[in-house]
T-cell receptor
Framework: AQSVSQHNHHVILSEAASLELGCNYS??????LFWYVQYPGQHLQLLLK??????LVKGIKGFEAEFIKSKFSFNLRKPSVQWSDTAEYFC?????????????FGSGTRLQVQP | NAGVTQTPKFRILKIGQSMTLQCAQD?????MYWYRQDPGMGLKLIYY???????DKGEVPNGYNVSRSTTEYFPLRLELAAPSQTSVYFC?????????????????FGEGSRLTVL
């Protein structure tokens, strides 16, 4: 079974600082990868996703993520965070070709941006 | 469209009580899921369904049951509630047909149901 690890449980940044959230997965085959965001009091929303092709994917609100197959990683980045980016971020994986048709989520990273 | 609707939003149960969390979607999605979210643990899949009449266990199915008699509804039943079931529950749906035969993972989530078992 696949698993997802997010290294940082709680990150505190000042506005305009750069962000990088780590995500590693364990699965030997082809995978589809995702980042979801959950703003305070809201449900999860898709931030970006990777299926194939260019390993650098761009999502909404200036976020991007890079898939590095050799490192089994899919780290999320943003050059300059804003107070409104305060939220919890979840990395998720699903087998690309076979396997259960549901996502496996990481434990989440809580991002707090201070004005 | 209302999207994915969950009820109730909050509920307190006593140990041993039973209840049903309701989930409805009006997008005609064939895939539906129940996840539970615990602090620092991410989302764990409880049950899922790929269509009416078809359900399957996820990672943490013990203590729960589901049914899927129609495309729209996917209720989650808790029998003999235990403190370990205190959590936030999310229902989600996905339109498999748009994925071209593959679950591309863009789930639509409900707003969640916060359950406390005392």
């Amino acid at each position: 079974a696949q698993s997802v690890s997010q290294h940082n449980h709680h990150v505190i940044l000042s506005e305009a600082a750069s962000l990088e959230l780590g995500c590693n997965y364990s699965y030997g085959g082809t995978v589809n990868l995702f980042w979801y965001v959950q703003y305070p009091g809201q449900h999860l929303q898709l931030l970006l996703k990777y299926f194939s092709g260019d390993p650098l994917v761009k999502g909404i609100k200036g976020f991007e993520a890079e898939f590095i197959k050799s490192k089994f990683s899919f780290n999320l980045r943003k050059p300059s965070v804003q107070w409104s980016d305060t939220a919890e971020y979840f990395c998720a994986v699903i087998p690309g070709l076979t396997g259960r048709r549901a996502l496996t989520f990481g434990s989440g990273t809580r991002l707090q941006v201070q004005p | 469209n209302a999207g994915v609707t969950q009820t109730p939003k909050f509920r307190i149960l006593k140990i041993g009580q039973s209840m049903t969390l309701q989930c409805a979607q009006d997008m005609n999605h064939n895939y539906m899921y129940w996840y539970r979210q615990d602090p620092g643990m991410g989302l764990k899949l409880i049950y899922y369904s790929v269509g009416a009449g078809i359900t399957d266990k996820g990672e943490v199915p013990n203590g729960y049951n589901v049914s899927r008699s129609t495309t729209e509804y996917f209720p989650l039943r808790l029998e003999l509630a235990a403190p370990s079931q205190t959590s936030v529950y999310f229902c989600a749906s996905f339109d498999h047909s748009r994925g071209g035969g593959e679950n591309t993972g863009e789930l639509f989530f409900g707003e969640g149901s916060r359950l406390t078992v005392l």
